[in-house]
């Protein structure tokens, strides 16, 4: 699997062939650094482990200094490993967007999706609320109705849809287009939405 991290940067919109306006992600995807390189004799699986972003080294761990240290890299923010990655690179190699991806490609985008902080039933899970009431239900609009049984089991079930935390969970979006590269600003446009706010480390798969 071939892939890299970056961050996203926002959202804006490009003509296609057929002068449709397409609405694109745009990512900054690397240059990612090789800071590991796992064999199967040695390791039981091959993988390369890359990282992106620099990172303070008073805020880096000691056991990370050393590991970076041996790639010939100055601390990075995020690392990560990519199985079977087919490209033959060597510690401290850099890795950039073109090397990797194409325009045309499908691809899917991992990251983490915008926290909404504690929600109720309504936005959370799509009930009607107001004007849906039933069983002389008044004055809880918004409420969820009843939850559980009554004699038997006596207890709320589990995965009951209830009110609670409202996104900032891993997301994968797959199948999704690469509309353009900018390899000399190692830019990346995706069509559509990805998952995470600006800013936001994201993973591109392919």
């Known amino acids: 699997m071939n892939g890299l991290i970056g ?3 926002g959202m804006t919109s490009v003509y296609d062939s057929t002068g449709k306006n397409v609405a694109c992600t745009v990512i900054e995807l690397g240059p990612c650094v090789v800071t590991q390189v796992l064999t199967t004799d040695n390791d039981g699986y091959s993988a390369l482990q890359l990282a992106y972003g620099e990172r303070k080294v ?5 056991a990370l200094i050393g590991h970076f240290d041996k790639a010939g890299v100055t601390p990075k923010a995020e690392v990560l490993e990519f199985r079977d990655m087919n490209l033959n690179k060597s510690l401290g190699d850099t890795i950039t967007v073109e090397e990797v991806f194409a325009e045309g490609d499908k691809v899917s985008v991992v990251g983490t999706s915008k926290g909404k902080g504690f929600q109720g039933v309504v936005r959370r899970h799509g009930f009607g609320g107001v ?3 039933t069983h002389g239900q008044h004055n809880r609009l918004r409420a969820p109705g009843s939850l559980g049984n009554s004699s038997f089991a006596a207890k709320v079930m589990k995965g009951m849809r209830m009110a609670g935390q409202m996104g900032n969970v891993n997301v994968k979006v797959r199948r999704l287009k690469v509309v353009k590269i900018f390899a000399d ?13 600006k800013g936001a480390v994201v993973v591109i798969e392919k």
């Open 185 to 197: 600003q190692n830019l990346i446009l995706i069509k559509g939405a990805v998952p995470g706010h």
């Open 58 to 62: 008073k805020n880096t761990p000691a």
């Open 131 to 133: 004007m849906q009431q």
């Open 7 to 9: 961050k996203k940067l």
